[in-house]
């Protein structure tokens, strides 16, 4: 802990000074990971950030099909019956995010950022505009080009093709949830939904609207990750794949 203090002091000191401060991001790969084990895990690490037990950190994984639906409770917009769910093999769970339901699955590229954005200086609209950022440039290294949606319209679209959800949650300045790329995801299960209360759109992925050949989904997740970490200014990645520390201390 103490060396996790003598980082912030020695951050306020360069801030003070003006001078430009390398900074690091953690990340955990996690893989494949139950959606409340990764919400246990977030809610640690958000009191670790808080009090300053770690630096910013970055959970890249998966989740088996799941449903969430943001603090607003829009359980209206999932368009079968919950007794139907163990049918299709997916469970739906509600959270404290924002935005409307959702879905999450195999092939999908999911980033839960816990960090301060206190210490990066922004606030809750800048953040999410550099999520979109993220997502539209891993998008663009494969000839895709997105952008972010219409006033009420959240996430990145490919015209009118939705590829890409956000879903935040900001706690004193720490984020968590994040956002959710399709890189080639069973699209059939948002049929179910009206995926984030957008009716009347389509959902899509990366794979569907590319001619390039997609390398193995851990490189592009990776790739994700750069993204990410070029759009926010981190200068040093510490990668760690440890997928013990989904359950680890969670309890």
């Known amino acids: 802990m103490t060396l996790r ?10 801030k003070h000074m003006g001078m430009r401060v390398l900074r690091s991001l953690e990340v955990l790969k996690l893989g494949v990971v139950n959606y409340l084990d990764a919400l ?13 037990r770690i ?15 943001g603090k607003r409770q829009t359980v209206h917009n999932l368009l079968i019956p919950q007794s139907e ?10 959270t404290q995010r924002g935005g409307d339901i959702t879905f999450h699955g195999p092939h999908q590229a999911i980033l839960y950022p816990i960090i301060s954005l206190r210490d990066m200086g922004i606030g809750a609209r800048s953040y999410v505009e550099k999520m979109e950022l993220t997502m539209i440039e891993m998008a663009a290294q494969y000839g895709v080009k997105a952008c972010p ?10 015209g009118e093709r939705k590829i890409g959800a956000i879903g935040v949650r900001i706690s004193n300045g720490i984020t968590s949830h994040g956002l959710a790329f399709n890189i080639d995801p069973d699209l059939s299960y948002f049929r179910h939904i009206v995926p984030c ?4 759109k389509e959902v899509t992925s990366l ?3 590319t001619d390039s050949v997609l390398p193995p989904e851990e490189i592009m997740q990776e790739q994700l990750v750069s993204c990410f970490a070029r759009i926010f200014g981190y200068d040093n ?4 794949e440890d997928a013990s520390v989904v359950t680890d201390g969670t309890e």
């Not at 209360?197 to 009347?200: L, M, P, S």
Request: aromatic share 12%; glycine share 8%; with cysteine.
């Open 207 to 209: 794979r569907r609207e």
């Open 237 to 240: 990645l510490i990668w760690k």
């Open 85 to 94: 769910l163990e049918q299709i093999g997916a469970e739906l769970h509600y």
């Open 197 to 200: 209360g957008i009716a009347d």
């Open 5 to 14: 203090y003598t980082y912030d002091l020695n951050y306020l000191i360069f």
């Open 149 to 158: 949606g219409l006033a009420g319209e959240t996430g990145v679209w490919v």
């Open 40 to 52: 246990k895990l977030q809610e640690k690490l958000v009191l670790d950030r808080k009090s300053h």
């Open 55 to 69: 630096c910013d950190t970055l959970l890249s994984l998966q989740h088996p099909p799941t449903y969430t639906v």
